[in-house]
């Protein structure tokens, strides 16, 4: 058996305050934490949480990851990028798994190692895992070869998340990441929500491009 714990800050009400949480796995061959079960601990925490464990486990239990919440307004409108996009079908899940392994394999977020681990992260996203999926505002750009950049958004306790905001290595620096999220902002502030919230590795590429759209930090108060 190997353990490994989790030990985040907590604000409430009233307070703040580190809570842990200890889990045990047979083996390495169980199945992953959930990057999704790292992002809604990160919204939940509205700060930073770290998981550490065993040294053979670090590429998949040593992970931190720092909330980010961009404001939605009605005046984002929908963007005049040029891109080519439809929004996420259930039948795209095949090409959204290899979407998923390619864009993350090698980064800070990486968690799955092989493209079956990212089919079942996808499936788990689009089922409801992490809470409602949320079609008409998660958007697909696809080429010749497949898909090449897509964002998945859930609801997760009333409030939108970015589950994940994908672009394949071949596609890179073409923009597309930034059109979909300002896409998947502008469909949901039309359904009158106030925020989209998404848990980012603080040394994460994609840190910056979600800084240049408008998200912002959510830092813990201080004591």
Sequence with gaps: MVAWSVERQVDDRHTRHTKRTDWTRPTRSAEPVSRHKACLLAVQASGTWTLSGPSVLESWVHMIRLRMELALTDTLGVPDDGVSACTVRPTERDGLAELLFFAYEG??????????????????????????????????????????????????????????????????????????????????????????????????RARKVYERIGFVARALPST
Excluded: M, W
């Excluded at 968690?111 to 958007?139: H, K, M, N, W």
């Excluded at 696809?142 to 672009?167: M, S, Y």
């Excluded at 620096?173 to 998404?198: C, D, E, K, Q």
């Design 107 to 204: 980064g800070p977020d990486q968690e799955e190692d092989t493209v079956d681990e990212a089919q079942i992260e996808v499936d788990r996203t689009l089922d409801g895992g992490y809470g409602p999926f949320v079609p008409e505002a998660s958007f697909l750009v696809r080429d010749e070869a497949g898909c090449v950049a897509c964002t998945l958004v859930v609801i997760h306790k009333n409030v939108p998340l970015l589950a994940h905001a994908l672009v394949h290595p071949r596609a890179q620096s073409r923009g597309f990441g930034t059109a979909l999220i300002r896409r998947s902002a502008a469909a949901l502030a039309t359904s009158n929500h106030a925020a989209l919230t998404l848990a980012v590795h603080p040394d994460s």
